[in-house]
């Protein structure tokens, strides 16, 4: 039997069967667009029904912060709707099944970690519709009391910055993230998204460059305040900004530019887009054992 993984998203829902460290089956679907409650519900229900015969646990990876199994979504607009979504409560009504809820951040570094051979201390940074964070150290994955520890995404990046959609001006996630990106966006690129903007810097357009490097540039900053707080060894970078091509060695040239005290190895994401499933998936058999 194995452990059924859930993860969700601003953009997506995928779910899999994960057996050890290996993925068997996966599935995904768009995050409902209508963000209700209700709409969350029927999504996750009609994704991971056809898995349940073969689960004898339940690992969520999700969005927001976790707390008593309850999620609430720090920026509602990455998912809105959720002030106070029973996600526990509703998974173990609808599998029958022990459920263990995280949040994916905090997934994804504890999946990250595992796959450091010294197990030094790490943080993890996923640039995507927003911006998490997981931080381990000591070998031990911090969560926090009421389940922010890692939310990095919501420190001040500039003052006189754009609204973030948690409450505060100038956060990183709305700088840096792919909604502060595409936010940003005027004249020509006005209404594009994260991903057309990113083509359009590839293809030269001067705009487009301009947004992607200030997010690079966000980020590396907030790596050096990271480092300066934790003294980590590595930061691991995922998310579908974090992984487009060509922005990781740009952070790493702005990050070069930083005092050499707040220098620290950075790593792409070696699950890619699956380290939330995994690690809820491995804390999931550690905490059912």
């Not at 599998?95 to 504890?110: C, E, H, R, S």
């Not at 998310?239 to 952070?251: E, F, Q, T, W």
Request: hydrophobic share 45%; charged share 15%.
């Amino acid at each position: 039997m194995s452990t059924l993984a859930i993860d969700i998203g601003g953009t997506k829902l995928a779910a899999a069967l994960v057996d050890g460290q290996t993925i068997t089956e996966r599935r995904e679907c768009p995050t409902p667009a209508s963000q209700t409650p209700q709409a969350l519900q029927e999504a996750l229900q009609a994704l991971i029904t056809p898995f349940l015969p073969q689960a004898e646990r339940v690992a969520v990876a999700s969005t927001g912060i976790i707390h008593n199994g309850v999620l609430t979504s720090i920026n509602p607009a990455n998912l809105g709707g959720l002030a106070h979504f029973p996600l526990v409560g509703f998974i173990s009504g609808i599998t029958d099944l022990p459920v263990m809820a995280i949040n994916d951040a905090q997934a994804a570094a504890w999946a990250e970690f595992c796959t450091l051979p010294g197990g030094d201390d790490m943080v993890f940074l996923t640039v995507s519709t927003g911006v998490g964070g997981g931080v381990v150290l000591n070998g031990k994955l911090q969560t926090g009391s009421g389940g922010l520890a890692g939310h990095l995404g919501h420190t001040l990046a500039d003052p006189d910055g754009p609204l973030c959609g948690c409450g505060r001006r100038g956060c990183v996630e709305a700088i840096a993230s792919g909604r502060g990106i595409a936010a940003q966006a005027q004249g020509e690129l006005a209404g594009l998204d994260a991903k057309a903007i990113f083509v359009q810097a590839a293809q030269g357009v001067p705009l487009a460059r301009r947004l992607v490097a200030r997010s690079a540039h966000t980020l590396a900053r907030l790596i050096a305040d990271v480092k300066a707080v934790t003294d980590c060894r590595n930061v691991v970078i995922g998310g579908s900004v974090g992984l487009a091509d060509g922005y990781l060695p740009l952070v790493a040239e702005y990050l070069s530019q930083e005092p050499e005290i707040y220098q620290v190895a950075l790593r792409a994401a070696h699950y890619r887009h699956d380290a939330g499933l995994l690690g809820a998936a491995l804390l999931a058999q550690g905490y059912a054992s």
